[in-house]
């Protein structure tokens, strides 16, 4: 069954460092969207892909957090510097094309900034 | 702005047993979906049920069965014949239809446990 890849799968960094995340969605599913989950709570979603296009980085801290999804396949989510408030959990998920509204979930990266 | 909320953060069940998650969400919009996913402890979220609003019939999945009562807004799970692998975070969850952007907006969650 096609699932949802992302790596690392823990990531241990100190702030002010810069941190890359990777998720490569199912194939053929033209929608990518990165949500991060801080601790006992539910995902929040930082940013929205349509092929390569994005569609919505509204709650992307964009002063450090970056994304890119450059041949609209697999997307890297990048902080830079990290701060201690970024320790979360960061969960890729795609879906087929908009309009289908089912998104699929990776395993997610838990990110820990000491 | 659309908002989630599940008023219970834990729950449990006995195995064999029913239990019922709450959920309200608060729209102005008339065209919408509503979902139940669950995430088990270190494992990915999984889409348990999903509703169109549209549709009066409550969507059934198998153990998994919704109350989906439009006018109040609420959205509850119910499962039935409650397993031990029924035990993770359940988050209830919205989202928009034909709107530009397409993302979940999530409860808080719920804990259950099943107790054998």
């Known amino acids: 069954e096609a699932e949802v890849a992302q790596s690392p799968r823990y990531k241990i960094t100190e702030k002010s460092q810069a941190v890359a995340f990777w998720c490569d969605p199912i194939?053929?599913?033209?929608?990518l969207y990165w949500y991060r989950q801080i601790l006992g709570q539910g995902p929040e979603l930082l940013v929205q892909?349509?092929?390569?296009?994005?569609?919505?980085d509204s709650q992307l801290p964009k002063d450090r957090f970056s994304a890119e999804r450059l041949k609209g396949v697999d997307s890297t989510l990048k902080i830079q510097p990290a701060e201690l408030g970024d320790s979360a959990m960061y969960l890729c998920?795609?879906?087929?094309?908009?309009?289908?509204?089912?998104?699929?979930f990776g395993p997610g990266t838990r990110l820990t900034v000491l | 702005a659309q908002t989630v909320t599940q008023s219970q953060p834990e729950m449990s069940v006995q195995e064999a047993e029913t239990v019922t998650l709450s959920c309200t969400y608060d729209t102005s919009e008339s065209d919408y979906y509503l979902f139940w996913y669950k995430q088990p402890p270190s494992r990915q979220m999984i889409l348990v049920i999903r509703q169109e609003a549209y549709k009066q019939q409550n969507a059934t999945e198998n153990r998994f069965s919704v109350n989906f009562q439009k006018a109040a807004k609420s959205f509850s799970l119910k499962i039935s014949d409650s397993q031990l692998g029924d035990a993770a975070m359940y988050f209830c969850?919205?989202?928009?239809?034909?709107?530009?952007?397409?993302?979940?907006?999530f409860g808080k969650g719920t804990k259950l446990t099943v107790n054998p």
């Open positions: 194939s053929g599913h033209a929608t």
């Open positions: 892909f349509q092929d390569e296009s994005v569609v919505d």
């Open positions: 998920a795609s879906s087929l094309s908009t309009h289908t509204y089912e998104q699929f």
């Open positions: 969850a919205y989202v928009k239809a034909q709107g530009g952007s397409e993302k979940l907006v």
